[in-house]
C-alpha cells in the first residue's frame, strides 16, 4: 500500500520570499504519478502542479516547482516569490497504478505567509 | 472551466438519519470518487466509481455507505445510519481516467451529525 507523509505541520513564509514543503511517500510500483493540492479556507481542493515519476525532469507551474527525488521517494514543493493568496493548506499525494487512479494523501502542511 | 458541483454545501443530521450527498460530475468524465476529511486530518479515499459499479472501495466505506448514478449526471453518497464520527467534509471528483491527469474535486459538502 502506498504512504504520503508529510513531516512539517506548519511553515511560515515571508511574503515575497520562497519556501519549501516537503513530501516523501512509499510506493512499490515503478510508473505513478505525484500531485501538489491546495486547500483554501474555502475548502475547496485544487491541482498545484503533477509530476510523473518516468520524467526525471522537475515539474514547474509558474512560481510553483518541485524537486522530485525518485530514489529517494522525495517529493518537495518550492514556492517562489510567495503570496497572501498562496496561504492555505498543501497536500501531496500519490496516484498509484491499477485502473482506479486512487488518491493516497498526506497529512498536509498548513502555509501562512506574512505580510 | 468545468467544474464538479456538489450539494448541499453544509447539510445538519441528527445521529441515526439517513443523509444523501449529491454531486453532479464534469460531464465527459468517467470515473467518479468520494473522498472525506475529517476536520483538521488528511483527505481519505472512499470509493471509486467506474461503468456504473463500484470498482474500489476503502475499509472506511462500510455497510452503511452506498454511491449511485441513478440518471446518468448526479453521483450521489447516502449514509444510512449517521454516527457522530461521520462528520466531515466529503468531496467528490471525477476523472477522465487518463493516469496522471489528477482529479476535479468538487467544493465538498461539510456534514455535521448531532
Known amino acids: 500500500a502506498q504512504t504520503v507523509t508529510q513531516s512539517q505541520p506548519e511553515m511560515s513564509v515571508q511574503e515575497a520570499e520562497t519556501v519549501t514543503l516537503s513530501c516523501t511517500y512509499d510506493t512499490s510500483e515503478s510508473d505513478y504519478y505525484l500531485f501538489w493540492y491546495k486547500q483554501p479556507p474555502s475548502r475547496q481542493m485544487i491541482l498545484v502542479i503533477r509530476?510523473?515519476?518516468?520524467?526525471?525532469q522537475n515539474a514547474t507551474e509558474n512560481r510553483f516547482s518541485v524537486n522530485f527525488q525518485k530514489a529517494a521517494k522525495s517529493f518537495s514543493l518550492k514556492i517562489s516569490d510567495s503570496q497572501l493568496g498562496d496561504a492555505a493548506m498543501y497536500f501531496c499525494a500519490h496516484e498509484g497504478g491499477g485502473s482506479n487512479y486512487k488518491l493516497t494523501f498526506g497529512k498536509g502542511t498548513l502555509l501562512t505567509v506574512n505580510p | 472551466e468545468p467544474e464538479v458541483t456538489q450539494t448541499p454545501s453544509h447539510q445538519v443530521t441528527q445521529m441515526g438519519q439517513e443523509v444523501i450527498l449529491r454531486c453532479v460530475p464534469i460531464?465527459?468524465?468517467?470515473?467518479f470518487y468520494w473522498y472525506r476529511q475529517i476536520l483538521g486530518q488528511k483527505v481519505e479515499f472512499l470509493v471509486s466509481?467506474?461503468?456504473?459499479?463500484?470498482?474500489?472501495k476503502s475499509e472506511i466505506f462500510d455497510d452503511q455507505f452506498s454511491v449511485e448514478r441513478p440518471d446518468g449526471s448526479n453521483f450521489t453518497l447516502k449514509i444510512r445510519s449517521t454516527k457522530l464520527e461521520d462528520s466531515a467534509m466529503y468531496f467528490c471528483?471525477?476523472?477522465?481516467?487518463?493516469?496522471?491527469?489528477?482529479?476535479?474535486f468538487g467544493s465538498g459538502t461539510r456534514l455535521t451529525v448531532v
Open positions: 466509481f467506474y461503468n456504473n459499479e463500484i470498482s474500489e
Open positions: 471528483a471525477s476523472s477522465t481516467g487518463t493516469v496522471g491527469r489528477g482529479y476535479t
Open positions: 509530476q510523473e515519476a518516468y520524467k526525471q
Open positions: 460531464s465527459n468524465h468517467l470515473y
